[in-house]
């Protein structure tokens, strides 16, 4: 069968949806609400499992190492793809050797929140208390080698500032680590940490983006907080869809719309917005472009940091 044909009558069994985070994370919110919308597009089931191990390289490097014939999907984000190589010594795939980005599914800030009984109320403040008492303040994060572990890294690296990074598996024992005070300070994006502010728990700092987060209107860039050191700050939390590296491309092709149209669709558009993710879609190429120049920006970020894990 030609691959014209291959793609016609793709797919002709279920799919498999890795999403290398854990139930109730951002990634995992963004796959259900897909879901059944990708099945009506593809006329298949598409099975959502979750892999968060090790930063969400476990189940990116399965992927990687899986047939490339589009039956096995995985959800990563910028940890797995743009962060991992600079960060593990071993890491056992190569992104854009061993992968195919099929599409970008939503890109956002991070926020930068703190419990609220800490005593500051901006950047400014915080980075003052850490370098008041170095060593005394956690920070959590969601997993070794995330955004939300790097964006405090390098918000640390440009202020000589410190604070003691703890790691946890996805997004809800990291606040809930912040919450009961074994940690002060969490970067993440907004969705799992807004329900925390509004019950008076946590309170934002900052934003993360260039601009001020249509979202979050109310809260400050980093890059506003009158710290010299951070005026071109700029970190996004970014996911995205991909497979196996020699997955047909009429195959990718079939994928990148269904998953396009699933994207489109107002009730998936609406439960992505609820949940403070902005949908995004794209083409394979825009999806292979982010991954380089992101890896290109945070490779000296992550040296300069020093963070390594073997």
Same mark, same amino acid.
């Given at each position: 069968?030609? *691959?014209? +044909?291959?793609?016609?009558?793709?797919?002709?069994?279920?799919?498999? %949806?890795?999403?290398?985070?854990?139930?109730?994370?951002?990634?995992?919110?963004?796959?259900?609400?897909?879901?059944?919308? *990708?099945?009506?597009?593809?006329?298949? $089931?598409?099975?959502?499992?979750?892999?968060?191990?090790?930063?969400?390289?476990?189940?990116?490097?399965?992927?990687?190492?899986?047939?490339?014939?589009?039956?096995? %999907?995985?959800?990563? @984000?910028?940890?797995?793809?743009?962060?991992? =190589?600079?960060?593990?010594?071993?890491?056992?795939?190569? $992104?854009?050797?061993?992968?195919?980005?099929?599409?970008?599914?939503?890109?956002?800030?991070?926020?930068?929140?703190?419990?609220?009984?800490?005593?500051?109320? /901006?950047?400014?403040?915080?980075?003052?208390?850490?370098?008041? &008492?170095?060593?005394?303040?956690?920070?959590?994060?969601?997993? /070794?080698?995330?955004?939300?572990?790097?964006?405090? &890294?390098?918000?640390?690296?440009?202020?000589?500032? @410190?604070?003691?990074?703890?790691? @946890? /598996?996805?997004?809800? =024992?990291?606040?809930?680590?912040?919450?009961?005070?074994?940690?002060?300070?969490? +970067?993440?994006?907004?969705?799992?940490?807004?329900?925390?502010?509004?019950?008076?728990?946590?309170?934002?700092?900052?934003?993360?983006?260039?601009?001020?987060?249509?979202? *979050?209107?109310?809260?400050?860039?980093?890059?506003?907080?009158?710290? $010299?050191?951070?005026?071109?700050?700029?970190?996004?939390?970014?996911?995205?869809?991909?497979?196996?590296?020699?997955?047909?491309?009429?195959?990718?092709?079939?994928?990148?719309? +269904?998953?396009?149209?699933?994207?489109?669709?107002?009730?998936?558009?609406?439960?992505?917005?609820?949940?403070?993710?902005? +949908?995004?879609?794209?083409?394979?190429?825009?999806?292979?472009?982010?991954?380089?120049? &992101?890896?290109?920006? %945070?490779?000296?970020?992550?040296?300069?940091?020093?963070?390594?894990?073997?």
């Amino acid at each position: 069968m030609g *691959l014209g +044909a291959q793609a016609q009558t793709f797919p002709t069994k279920p799919i498999r %949806w890795v999403v290398v985070a854990p139930a109730g994370s951002s990634l995992d919110v963004i796959a259900r609400a897909m879901q059944d919308k *990708l099945k009506d597009q593809l006329g298949q $089931p598409v099975v959502v499992e979750n892999k968060p191990q090790a930063g969400g390289t476990v189940g990116t490097n399965e992927v990687a190492k899986s047939a490339p014939d589009g039956y096995t %999907w995985v959800m990563s @984000f910028n940890g797995p793809l743009a962060f991992g =190589p600079h960060l593990y010594p071993k890491l056992p795939y190569q $992104p854009l050797r061993d992968l195919q980005p099929v599409m970008i599914t939503t890109s956002q800030p991070n926020v930068i929140a703190v419990t609220s009984s800490l005593p500051v109320n /901006n950047m400014k403040e915080l980075v003052a208390l850490l370098k008041s &008492e170095p060593g005394r303040y956690n920070y959590a994060s969601v997993g /070794n080698g995330s955004s939300s572990h790097l964006t405090v &890294e390098y918000i640390k690296a440009m202020t000589e500032s @410190f604070a003691v990074h703890i790691p @946890f /598996n996805g997004s809800p =024992p990291a606040v809930m680590s912040v919450i009961g005070g074994q940690t002060q300070i969490m +970067a993440s994006v907004p969705t799992v940490l807004a329900p925390q502010v509004q019950q008076g728990r946590l309170k934002f700092i900052a934003v993360t983006s260039k601009q001020r987060y249509a979202l *979050l209107p109310d809260v400050p860039t980093v890059a506003v907080s009158g710290l $010299p050191a951070l005026r071109q700050f700029e970190a996004l939390a970014w996911n995205g869809v991909l497979v196996a590296a020699g997955t047909p491309r009429p195959i990718v092709d079939r994928i990148n719309q +269904a998953l396009n149209q699933a994207l489109q669709d107002p009730a998936v558009r609406e439960r992505l917005k609820a949940a403070g993710l902005e +949908a995004i879609g794209g083409t394979p190429e825009q999806f292979t472009q982010l991954i380089r120049d &992101e890896s290109t920006k %945070w490779a000296p970020i992550i040296q300069r940091s020093g963070a390594r894990i073997d």
